[in-house]
Structure formats: C-alpha cells, structure tokens
C-alpha cells in the first residue's frame, strides 16, 4: 500500500458545527502533516507529528485540533470555524531517512465548505 | 528563513514543444529542493528531489532539474510536453533535516494540441 487515504473527500459545514477529517496511511511512515491549500495558492503547514508526538505548530488557531491516535492514523478535528477557513485540506506523510524528512506522500485532500 | 520564488505563474505551450519552470530560492543554510506536480482535484505528487551530489536530477514523466547554486536556482525542464502535463507545478525548499517545506506559488503549465 503505497497511498495517503483521506476521508471525507468533501465537506460542508456549519460555523456551530463539529467535524473530524482523516488521513490514515500503511506505509510505515512516522511523519504526518496537515497542510492547508487555498484555491490558486501553494499548501501552507499547519501541524507535524513525528512519531506520534507533535513536532510542528504553525500558530494554527485552536478552533483546528491535530490528534494523532496511532502512527498510521492522523485526525483534524474542527470546532467553530469561520468561512475563510474553506479550503482543501492535505495530509501527508513521510518515512525517515539518512539526510531527514525528504520526501512528502499527500492524499488527495479533503475539500471543506464553511457556510 | 527559506523563501521561494516561481517566476511564471502560467506557462502556455504547444504540445511536443520543450519548456521550463523556473524557480529561486534564497537560504542561509544548506538545503533540499523539490518539485511537486499537481493535477486537478488531486494532492501533490514529487516529480523529482535535489538533496546532494549531481547537479542535474532525473524524475518521474520525462522531467529534469538543474540545481545552480551561484544562481540559487533551480529550474525544472522537459523537452517535449503532452498535454497530459497540463498541471500546476510546485518548487519546494526545506533546511537539511527540517520537517518544514516552503513551497513556491505555483506554476500553471497548460498545453495546447
């Protein structure tokens, strides 16, 4: 298996609402991010887990939640967001290696409407 | 901090014609460059990565970079594009060992028949 799995692929949502996204890959990788893409724009990181622990936090505002349940597994859970935070959201992941993190697998993302 | 600079935000082509991306970047430190290619609705692909040694890279689907350090650039090239190249193409830089990646704007290359 050599795939980052995202669902759902598409989201709407309300501003009182209440969402996890979720990225789950098998490929034995112990890095996986959250990156934020707006339409037009390059991805923007906004968390990074190194096994299991988060390494990265880009000053992401607390209405947006990383967990990481296990290394294969990485939640973003959403609370209260506001209608400037639609964008495609994308998770990656990356195995170590002699030189560090090289190279980044992304999933296909999940596009997220807030109403 | 790394930054990155795509000169061409969109780049029309014939179909068999060769083309360049270009791309700068400015850092203090040793670094690693990437190109990332991605499609329509999808995420983002690595076409090819510059860590260390030969200057000139080899990646996936026919593409090629040139890492110029008295330049700081790093520009990809293909000799003859399909139009299943029509994509939007990302250069990427992150510090020796960093988990960060800063990537460029973008770069939409579209073939034309």
């Known amino acids: 298996d050599t795939e980052v799995t995202q669902t759902p692929k598409h989201l709407v949502m309300g501003m009182t609402n209440k969402k996890s996204l979720k990225c789950e890959q098998h490929?034995?990788?112990?890095?996986m991010y959250w990156y934020k893409q707006k339409a037009k724009k390059p991805p923007e990181l906004m968390f990074v887990?190194?096994?299991?622990?988060?390494?990265i936090n880009e000053s992401v505002p607390s209405r947006f939640s990383p967990e990481c349940p296990n290394s294969s597994l990485l939640n973003l859970h959403l609370h209260a967001l506001q209608p400037e935070d639609s964008a495609l959201y994308l998770c990656?992941?990356?195995?170590?290696?002699?030189?560090?993190?090289?190279?980044?697998?992304f999933g296909s993302g999940t596009q997220l409407s807030v109403l | 901090a790394q930054s990155v600079t795509q000169l061409d935000s969109q780049v029309p082509v014939f179909e068999e014609a060769p083309v360049e991306l270009r791309c700068n970047y400015s850092?203090?430190?040793?670094?690693?460059l990437f190109w990332y290619v991605q499609y329509p609705n999808q995420g983002l692909q690595l076409l090819l990565k510059?860590?260390?040694?030969?200057?000139l890279v080899k990646g996936i689907n026919g593409f090629e970079a040139e890492f110029n350090k008295s330049q700081t650039s790093f520009h990809l090239r293909k000799p003859s594009v399909h139009i299943s190249d029509t994509a939007e193409y990302f250069c990427?830089?992150?510090?020796?060992?960093?988990?960060?990646?800063?990537f460029g704007q973008g770069t939409r290359l579209t073939i034309n028949p």
């Open positions: 990656a992941s990356s195995p170590p290696s002699t030189g560090g993190w090289e190279k980044l697998f």
């Open positions: 490929m034995g990788h112990r890095a």
């Open positions: 887990y190194s096994y299991e622990k988060l390494s």
């Open positions: 850092s203090s430190v040793s670094v690693y």
């Open positions: 510059y860590l260390s040694g030969s200057t």
């Open positions: 990427a830089v992150s510090v020796k060992g960093a988990q960060k990646l800063v």
